[in-house]
């Protein structure tokens, strides 16, 4: 009677049901735990163990906590319903976008060293070509035959292109020796994770719009129509970004009015984009950039706020990926994943190697960073997640898996390397005192 | 230009941008596009059927950060002018949500300038998970503002001033309203025992006010004395009293006059004592003890205390609303303050600072959301009767409080002033409302019933805040630099 007339009364409609709350409740358990986990102490000075940190900074764990909660095992978070909290998931998603769009800061770019922006394009070019490749051949025979036209292949083409893009810029998992040339190569590995994540959110907000269809199936998408639409969310962007400067002066270095702000940019980047069949991380990107270029203190405080809860949000959409991939994606999905992780241990460490040859100098020889760059950028994730808030299918689900099991076998491959590296240098230091034995 | 001219500015840029994307979102789709046809299951690549989003849904986010940003300027502007930013938050809600713009769209000019509600009621539904949490939170705060300490002190003015205030406002808008029955359309002509029950039901919601309500000024206003400790302590305890008068109204009136089969079933005696046993006990006992694990907790959480704060407000919304009967959400966040602030205070410092922080994007959504779901129909249709209810209820209210004040000898000027603590009226009192539809649904009257309602606690809304902001500057309770002259 009373209670269950004031939970939600005051909005109208939309009740969650009973078991659906308690779903949902789990849920916020999970990630809450998961989060106090996450940013407990304890679990820094454990995540520096080289074989936790290669299990824990992929997401493994959190991706694993979703999968057992979800539908595939315990059934305790109903994907349906974390669907129904999709305005909650879009600001997330707005959040990640802005976070990655505060390192396009002009003064910041303009220092990039043009080796790094080879680098980038290089790596960009390569991964989305060969993946669109054998993805379109895949998709050629995974798709329902009656849908193997270019309508429906070139979304999830272009999505797995995007989500191959860059590399995961955490390298504190990975032991290498305290050399500056290390630590330059991991800066340079860190700094073109950052640009990378930009070219897969603008390609991906591209390709968002072409997942909306008419009721025949076809693509609903014209030129004439996406561009008006994409300089409405620049116009909307900027005005979003002064906006959001003007209020965050006004908000007196109050922390509650702050935050209000931010989380209201936030919301209305990321709604206005999905309103207008954009990704929510490309809208609020945008916001992010032109925030980032906006001097002043209360920026400096925006961005250190926003960036704070980067850990958290990471591990929501890790935890997300769990509850909501399809884990059967048969043998197209598994070439797909066996196809992706070899085009990444081809191209990442050739890319990189590459296009940094004219700094040799300055860099390390040999270096486990090298490879580093073959592990998954988490915005993989959040792109693929993005695509199910639009489209919520099984086809998109099974895509999302793929994405997951391509991040997931990624990100053990510099540990396994740097684990051969150690066995050869202990081998080779085993070695050392008969060779000096006179 | 001066700050208000620019927060003026800015607040009218929000707006045309509001209107200004409406209009895009509800342009004709593209000619080449079939009109869509029932028959057709949306599929996708691998044949599988896929279910569009509902109608709103995404809009949602949008939505909900025209609400946060609106709101925000609002209240900042009201603020300069003397007002209680809650009040701007409730009135943003009402000039973006769907009512007013229901209310207006017969007028031409008005149609074809804003084609759509800016916040559209789709839209709204979908923020009531965000509404939920917004009351764990305020409910928490209310509970950590309660000590132990002042309850002993005050205890005596707390019952006396709840109990006067439930008696003289329940016998006495009851009393007036039957006696003046022939002047009211509602109760001409309908049988003695409709107009009773009609009359019991106005009078029961006339009880009813708001914490969250109270606590929002009390916190914006910086408000410390008795008027402000001892009138939200009530206003807690006033919900209390209504909870149980409420189940014994509905027991009472749908024996008099049978409504919902249902809901008289419903109304039987020991299911209702059961099932307000269990909302009450229940509902502390479990807030109580979620106050023990947030304490067990606290000590782990290194840093993000609000993402610990979000997590733990939506794990007391749905935790409450899982359990079959459900519980009191209110209540079980306010227990869990309550112990919380008052078994451990030192511990639970870090936590109630954060809830702070997080108290102005909730006061946000939470009173735009209410003010978008005022019955504006409802206040244009019936605003003379319920503007004489109103009155009546304020009369009353300043006589109670000032009875069970002086019953205490608790002194002026908290005595003159407390009774515009009391005048403000939500997210309870709609709730109420809704059960009132629910059970006489079968009823001609029902309908106009809870429209009177709706239109008495839209004034009430209004009016509550800057009036109790008033009462508390009067008391002397406000700082001076809170209060601007």
């Known amino acids: ?438 | 230009m001066g700050k208000r001219r620019y927060l003026l500015l800015a607040w009218i840029v929000l707006l045309l941008a509001m209107t200004l994307l409406r209009h895009i979102e509800l342009a004709p789709a593209d000619h080449r596009q079939p009109p869509p046809t029932p028959d057709i299951t949306l599929v996708d690549g691998l044949a599988r059927p896929v279910t569009p989003p509902p109608s709103g849904l995404i809009e949602s986010a949008a939505g909900l950060g025209f609400l946060l940003i609106g709101a925000w300027l609002t209240g900042r502007i009201f603020r300069r002018l003397g007002l209680p930013m809650i009040t701007g938050y409730l009135v943003f809600g009402v000039l973006v949500g769907p009512q007013l713009h229901q209310a207006l769209a017969p007028c031409a000019w008005f149609a074809w300038l804003v084609p759509a509600a800016l916040v559209p009621a789709e839209s709204l539904q979908y923020l009531t998970l965000v509404n939920n949490l917004a009351i764990s939170i305020i409910a928490f705060t209310a509970g950590g503002e309660i000590r132990l300490e002042s309850l002993r002190t005050g205890a005596k003015h707390i019952v006396s001033i709840t109990l006067a205030g439930v008696l003289l406002i329940f016998l006495g808008v009851a009393a007036v309203l039957y006696l003046a029955r022939p002047l009211v359309p509602l109760l001409a002509h309908r049988e003695p025992a409709v107009a009773i029950v009609i009359c019991m039901v106005l009078a029961t919601i006339a009880i009813a006010n708001s914490p969250a309500t109270a606590l929002a000024v009390i916190k914006e206003a910086d408000a410390h004395g008795p008027t402000a400790r001892i009138g939200l302590a009530v206003t807690v305890c006033k919900d209390l009293a209504l909870v149980i008068v409420f189940t014994v109204l509905m027991a009472v009136a749908l024996r008099l006059v049978p409504g919902d089969e249902a809901a008289v079933e419903a109304a039987g005696p020991s299911r209702l004592i059961g099932r307000l046993a269990w909302q009450l006990l229940a509902s502390i006992v479990i807030g109580a003890l979620a106050g023990g694990l947030f304490r067990l907790a606290i000590g782990r959480v290194a840093e993000h205390m609000a993402i610990f704060v979000i997590g733990a407000g939506f794990g007391l919304a749905l935790l409450s609303k899982a359990l079959d009967p459900p519980l009191e959400p209110l209540l079980v966040a306010l227990s869990a303050g309550f112990v919380l602030a008052n078994l451990w205070p030192r511990q639970s410092a870090r936590m109630f600072h954060a809830t702070e922080e997080l108290s102005m994007p909730v006061y946000c959504v939470f009173f735009a959301v209410a003010g978008a779901t005022i019955r504006i129909d409802a206040l244009i249709q019936l605003w003379p009767l319920a503007l004489f209810i109103v009155a009546v209820r304020a009369l009353l209210l300043w006589v109670s409080t000032f009875a069970g004040a002086a019953i205490t000898r608790l002194p002026p000027p908290a005595r003159t002033w407390m009774w515009t603590t009391f005048i403000a009226q939500a997210g309870v009192s709609i709730a109420l409302v809704t059960q009132v539809t629910g059970s006489f649904r079968n009823h001609p009257w029902g309908a106009q019933l809870a429209s009177l309602l709706l239109a008495v606690i839209a004034i009430h809304q209004l009016i509550g805040p800057p009036l109790m902001r008033l009462g508390l500057i009067r008391a002397g309770e406000v700082p001076r630099d809170e209060n601007p002259p």
């Open chain 1, 1 to 438: 009677m009373l209670p269950s007339a004031i939970v939600g009364a005051v909005a109208g409609g939309g009740e969650i049901s009973a078991t659906g709350a308690l779903r949902v409740f789990i849920g916020v358990a999970a990630v809450v735990a998961l989060s106090l986990v996450a940013t407990a102490r304890p679990f820094y000075r454990v995540q520096r163990i080289p074989a936790v940190g290669a299990f824990i900074s992929g997401g493994w764990a959190a991706i694993a906590v979703g999968l057992i909660l979800g539908r595939h095992v315990l059934n305790v978070v109903d994907r349906d319903v974390l669907l129904d909290v999709r305005p909650l998931i879009m600001i997330a998603l707005g959040w990640i976008g802005v976070i990655v769009g505060m390192q396009g800061r002009w003064e910041i770019l303009r220092r990039v060293p043009p080796a790094l922006w080879r680098w980038t394009a290089l790596d960009a070019l390569l991964s989305a070509i060969l993946s669109a490749t054998i993805a379109a051949f895949v998709m050629g025979e995974w798709l329902h035959p009656d849908h193997r036209s270019l309508d429906w292949v070139l979304p999830p083409v272009l999505m797995l292109a995007c989500c191959m893009i860059g590399w995961a810029p955490e390298t504190r998992s990975i032991r290498v020796a305290h050399t500056p040339k290390a630590g330059r190569l991991a800066l340079l590995l860190q700094s073109g994770a950052g640009l990378s994540a930009m070219a897969a959110i603008v390609l991906f907000g591209i390709t968002y719009r072409l997942t909306g269809r008419d009721e025949l199936g076809r693509m609903d998408f014209t030129i004439a129509e996406n561009a008006s639409k994409a300089l409405i969310a620049l116009v909307v962007a900027a005005l979003l970004g002064l906006g959001g400067r003007f209020m965050l002066q006004r908000a007196d270095r109050s922390r509650p009015d702050a935050l209000t702000v931010f989380i209201g940019v936030v919301a209305i980047s990321a709604g206005v984009a999905a309103t207008l069949r954009f990704s929510p991380l490309f809208g609020s990107m945008l916001v992010g950039v032109v925030v980032a270029n906006l001097t002043g203190p209360r920026v400096r405080d925006f961005e250190r706020f926003i960036m704070g809860a980067e850990h958290a949000v990471a591990l929501l959409f890790y935890l997300l990926a769990g509850v909501l991939l399809e884990p059967a994606i048969g043998l197209w999905g598994a070439i797909l994943v066996a196809a992706f992780v070899l085009i990444r241990i081809a191209v990442k460490p050739f890319a990189m190697q590459r296009s940094l040859a004219a700094h040799a100098a300055e860099l390390p020889a040999r270096s486990v960073l090298y490879a580093a760059s073959i592990r998954q950028s988490p915005i993989a994730i959040a792109i693929a997640v993005g695509l199910i808030l639009s489209e919520a299918s099984t086809l998109h689900r099974r895509l999302l898996t793929v994405v997951v099991l391509v991040g997931l076998i990624s990100e053990l491959l510099p540990y396994l390397v740097s684990l051969r590296q150690r066995r050869s240098l202990a081998a080779a230091a085993a070695e050392l005192p008969a060779m000096e034995r006179p």
